[in-house]
């Protein structure tokens, strides 16, 4: 048996983020026991409706969400305790309302640095009703082999180590959380582990005190003994006192109590919880406290230290007169399943990776492009152009070879707005869409018409020059296998209006003296169909193909370079149409051919 | 429990209806000089005139004038501020009439577990001390409030009479609804007096302890709460505080000068123990210190730096109990930091560290301890199967 949480235990948790992880601890202990979540519900108003996945074993368990204490128990009428993580300034209200519930019998308030006075109300509120407000401050309760309720017990190894998972002799009250955990441990080790251990709160006036609880492990046949971690402040230790020298009890009782250290500290330098502190007249005192524990027979041991001789001590007379019996362990415990991370970790579990990467990695502080670290290559005078080669090419191209990527860029970032890529995304800044989409809309026009021939101009003249083809040849070959030559012909520029563009990249490219087959080939094939037809000139894809096959970009990346120098000024059209606040746009009428058939009558379904 | 200073005390208790004596806070003899101009009562009455510091013992350290005219107060008030008091500066004075009176009274009111008392005596100053059976109570129930009659009767129980009765039970009456809206811990009114020639009961020395868990629901709260122990927070301590109130979990520090044994332990129930092993075995406490519910690494640094930096430590005691949900590794990643920091600017030299822990990682935590002997740390690393204060014990070791 145990008190206050056992296997009929349902819980409602109240409150978010701090809520949800005592959730997944009170998880691990229930599958560690072989019994279902008992977290039933949470109540958290902003994300009522919706559900928090728990994880339970290797699966989720999906907990829903109600805006009430009400709506919950409704739903979940097994709930009987309520668990509040409420933040101190509405706790007050949080804990009232679980209170007032019929269902709920115990609440468990874990809430720090809520006032002295809401507290007392509560208190009084539920011994009124006959219920239990355990906190604030609590750590939690847990009944070994039956419920946990809240963290307290730590992680899932912790569990194990202090076998948590089956019932002992002692049951543990204490204020402090940090300490439960150790003195749970302590039974484990020097006797056979504890029945329930309950954090009340290191408060002033916690919800509940020593002597409501010592009364009801009184009444709980299988707890033998009840060890106390009192601290000094107020007055539960002595009140404890009183109760176990008032009759013959059952239940041995030990105790220590902390705070001696302020008998030798400077008058007045009070450390430690909140209700650890001294009254007039050394009421209150560790020394007092401990004083009355020893005057009412209570095993007090000196020090801390001495505490888990003394709780074998009991344990031994226990067993010697028959009370307890040595435990049985179980063979087999269930194992908490590790995380794909945690068993890769140990080297106990492959996986067979969904993708594969070549070029970048920023698992570490920062980004690494084809293994160099972006703020070394910016330290080192290295530009866009750069990062550019790293991640199409997956190599650090040359200062020459950057000019030349840079130049290519400003010189088509932009075309104005009658171009189909802009003229896309002006369409779309108008009607309101948002920049990324907008964008997306000017970019979708990029194709075999516009803009998107750089990677078949590129791999043609590559054939041709690899291919040692002359130019007649290549032509002929075009013509019969393809079509129009990719990179040649313009729209409106011709031999007599020639492409500002064009002529500025040919004439850098070519002042530099570098070997540039491609460009030399497409400037002969140019030759050829210009004087065919005076617009079949070499136009600004074409040649930025060409330069680009040249200093070494793989032809796949070509048609990359003018999608990302565009992008800057279609983000440019998007700005533009945004600042001025542009009218949704519509074509005229008149612009329209309408070659449909005249409106007619329609037919009868058939 | 925060301790509030005379000035902001007062002010709560005339929100609440309570005569108070007229008082000004000031921080220059100039401030007091203008005021003079402004207030009547500052020329006409005699003054007293008190550091408004949290300084005990205000009287032997010659902090406190009384019978005052104005030009002897700002000859008082200049010779104060500025003055020394221990660790203490002395920054504001406040500045009170003194109310002719005969009889003093008292009157408190105080928080218990089952509700709130109301203590009254018709004796008043020191006298109560030495008389505490005339001190009268009356317990009222969490959520209740006292009645008129009820009120009357623990001021007749008390020894007044005549319109004495309905005064101090009126006196009484405001006490409690101060304490009750302001979310006060501890009230005391020591003396009440009744101004002579007048038939009005006045407060002349306060006493107000409030919750400062509550202040969130009092925005007229505009006044700093006072260091509790006599003495002004240090700069360290202060640091730590301002951590304290900006992160999850909490870390706490306080100075005691003249130890050798540094603390760097969690929890605040484990500290405590920690404290005790330590004054237990002949120790000397350097400081008290304590992190939990699982705090940022970033802040237990800022804390290990500041007992890393206590002067003349031979060990520190970096203690806890088997945590339940604080990540040992995280934490003990900020003790390690903060330790690195400490060596680099040449502290810990010959100072022993001493570890024992439990909790959410805590393999790969202490591991991380142990692996700081290579850096040529003095440290020793124990685990849960250690009892709590062993390491205590092992450190001071004759």
Known sequence: ?606 | MAKVLEGPGMGLMKKWGITVPHYVVVTSVDELEKLGHANEWLKKSKLVVKAHEALGSRFKLGLVKVGLDLKEAEAATKEMIGRQAGSITVSQVIVSEMIPHKEEYYCAVKSTREGTDILVANCGGIEVESNWSRVKRLTMEVGQQPSEEALERLAKDAGFHGPLVKKMAQFAGKMFSCFDSEDAQYLEVNPVVLREHEHELIALDAVTLLDGDAKFRHPDWNFAFAAEFGRAYSKHEMEVMAVDSKIKGSVKFIEIPGGDTAMLPAGGGASVYYSDAVVARGGKLANYAEYSGDPPDWAVEVLTDKVCSLPGIKNIIVGGAIANFTDVKKTFGGIINGFRKAQSEGKLKGVKIWVRRGGPREKEGLDAMRALKDEGFDINVFDRNTPLTDIVDKALQK
């Open chain 1, 1 to 606: 048996m145990s008190i206050l949480a056992n296997k009929d235990t349902y819980v409602v948790i109240q409150g978010g983020v701090a809520g949800v992880n005592a959730a997944r601890r009170m998880a691990e202990f229930c599958y560690l026991i072989k019994r279902s979540l008992n977290v039933l519900a949470f109540v958290y108003p902003p994300d009522a409706g919706k559900t928090h996945e728990i994880p339970y074993g290797s699966g989720l368990v999906a907990v829903p969400i109600y805006k009430s204490v009400a709506e919950a128990t409704k739903n979940h009428p097994q709930i009987n305790t309520s668990l509040v993580y409420i933040g101190a300034d509405r706790a007050m209200k949080g804990g009232m309302e679980a209170l007032d519930d019929s269902h709920i019998k115990v609440v468990s308030m874990i809430t720090e640095g809520v006032p002295e006075k809401d507290a007392k109300i509560l208190g009084r509120h539920a011994t009124k009703l006959g219920k239990v407000f355990n906190g604030p401050s609590s750590i939690g309760i847990v009944s070994a082999g039956s419920c946990r309720l809240g963290v307290i017990g730590g992680a899932f190894d912790n569990l194990v180590l202090s076998k948590l998972y089956r019932e002992g002799s002692f049951g543990v009250i204490t204020k402090s959380g940090g300490l439960s955990n150790e003195i749970i441990w302590i039974c484990s080790q020097f006797a056979d582990g504890i029945t329930t251990a309950i954090g009340i709160g290191g408060d002033t006036y916690p919800g509940t005190d020593y002597v409501s609880y010592l009364d009801m492990f009184e009444n709980d046949p299988q707890t033998k003994a009840v060890v106390i971690v009192g601290e000094m402040g107020g007055d539960l230790e002595e009140r404890a006192a009183e109760w176990y020298g008032a009759k013959k009890r059952r239940v041995k009782l030990l105790a220590v109590v902390s705070g001696f250290c302020q008998e030798s500290l400077p008058k007045g330098m009070k450390f430690g919880h909140a209700g650890a502190k001294e009254g007039l007249k050394g009421e209150g005192s560790a020394r007092s406290k401990s004083d009355a524990l020893k005057k009412y027979g209570a095993i007090v041991p000196a020090t801390f230290g001495a505490l888990g001789p003394a709780i074998k001590e009991t344990y031994q007379e226990l067993l010697k007169s028959g009370q307890v019996k040595e435990p049985v362990e179980p063979t087999v415990l269930p194992k908490l399943p590790k995380t794909i991370e945690e068993a890769m970790k140990a080297d106990e579990v492959m996986v067979a990776p969904l993708i594969r990467t070549t070029i970048s990695d920023d698992r570490g502080d920062e980004p690494c492009y084809d293994g160099y670290p972006a703020s070394e290559l910016i330290n080192k005078g290295y530009e866009i152009p750069h990062v550019v080669g790293l991640l199409w090419d997956k190599r650090l191209i040359s200062k020459q070879e950057a000019e030349i990527v840079k130049r290519i860029m400003m010189l088509s970032a932009d075309h104005g707005p009658c171009v189909s890529g802009a003229l896309g995304t002006i369409i779309a800044a108008c009607a309101g869409i948002g920049l990324s989409q907008s964008v997306a809309a000017g970019l979708i026009m990029i194709g075999p018409r516009f803009g998107g021939a750089v990677t078949d101009a590129g791999r043609f003249f590559k054939y041709a020059v690899d291919n040692k083809m002359s130019v007649d040849d290549f032509l002929a070959y075009m013509k019969k296998n393809h079509g129009p030559v990719p990179g040649i012909g313009h729209r409106v520029k011709s031999l007599r209006n020639p492409d500002k563009r064009v002529k500025e990249l040919v004439g850098y490219v070519k002042s530099l003296n570098i070997n540039t087959p491609c460009l030399d080939f497409a400037l002969e094939v140019e030759k050829i169909t210009s004087v065919k037809k005076d617009n079949l000139i070499l136009n600004v894809d074409g040649t930025m193909a060409a330069v680009l096959v040249d200093i070494g970009f793989p032809v796949d990346s070509l048609n990359g370079f003018f999608i990302l120098s565009r992008t800057i000024g279609l983000i440019g059209h998007w700005v533009d149409q945004k600042r001025q606040d542009s009218r949704l746009i519509r074509l005229f009428d008149y612009l329209v051919n309408y070659a449909a058939p005249k409106r007619r009558e329609v037919p009868p379904l058939k």
